[in-house]
């Protein structure tokens, strides 16, 4: 993968859009681009795990908007799932946790931070529609480019 995120923001200033600083990688990879998925929750990552299990993730990175509210919604187990279907990563508006094992996937994992506690009470999500943090409008089919300057949004693909 040959593509720096600075790079292409300095090729394109007026078609990128930067996620905020305050986003970690919390994953094994070093480096991902994909197409999003977007999916939000209301504290509870049940519709999350079924993305991550049930639907190829080839070329794909999910991009999760969750309630503010301090829990975790991505660990080692939707980490794995993710791994093993193929994604390439997840940028997760909340928090992670299992950083121990995830530090080794072979996937991004960008998140605000960790929290050891996850959310129990079932909500439904929604997958596909916008969603919106850090002045940013994420929908269906951008593509988000991650390396470890950070996270960068485009509305078509730059490299």
Same mark, same amino acid.
């Given at each position: 993968? #040959?593509f720096?995120?600075? #790079? ?5 200033? +007026?078609?990128v859009y930067? =996620? +905020?600083?305050e986003?970690k ?10 197409e999003?998925v977007t999916i939000?929750?209301? !504290?509870?990552?049940?519709d =999350?795990?079924?993305?991550l ?7 794909k990175i999910?991009?999760v908007?969750? %309630? #503010? ?6 660990? +080692?187990? =939707?980490?794995?799932?993710?791994? +093993?279907?193929n994604y390439?990563?997840l940028i997760?508006?909340g928090?992670?946790r299992?950083?121990?094992?995830? /530090?080794d996937?072979d996937?991004? =994992?960008?998140? !605000?931070?960790?929290?050891?506690r /996850?959310?129990?009470?079932?909500t439904?999500? %929604?997958?596909g529609?916008?969603v ?13 480019y991650?390396d ?7 509305k078509?693909?730059?490299?």
């Open positions: 993968m #040959d720096f995120t600075a #790079d292409i923001s300095d090729a394109h200033p +007026d078609k930067v =996620l +905020d600083n986003f990688n919390y994953g094994g990879k070093q480096k991902a681009y994909g999003v939000k929750l209301d !504290r509870n990552n049940t =999350l795990k079924n993305l299990k049930d639907v190829d993730g080839t070329g999910v991009v908007d969750v %309630e #503010d509210e301090y829990f975790a919604v991505v660990g +080692d187990n =939707l980490a794995k799932f993710a791994v +093993d279907n390439e990563g997760v508006n928090y992670v299992d950083t121990f094992f995830t /530090k996937m996937l991004i =994992l960008f998140a !605000r931070g960790t929290c050891s /996850k959310y129990a009470i079932e439904k999500g %929604e997958v529609v916008d919106s943090f850090c002045g940013i409008n994420f929908s269906q089919g951008d593509i988000v991650a470890m300057d950070g996270v960068i949004l485009s078509e693909l730059l490299i």
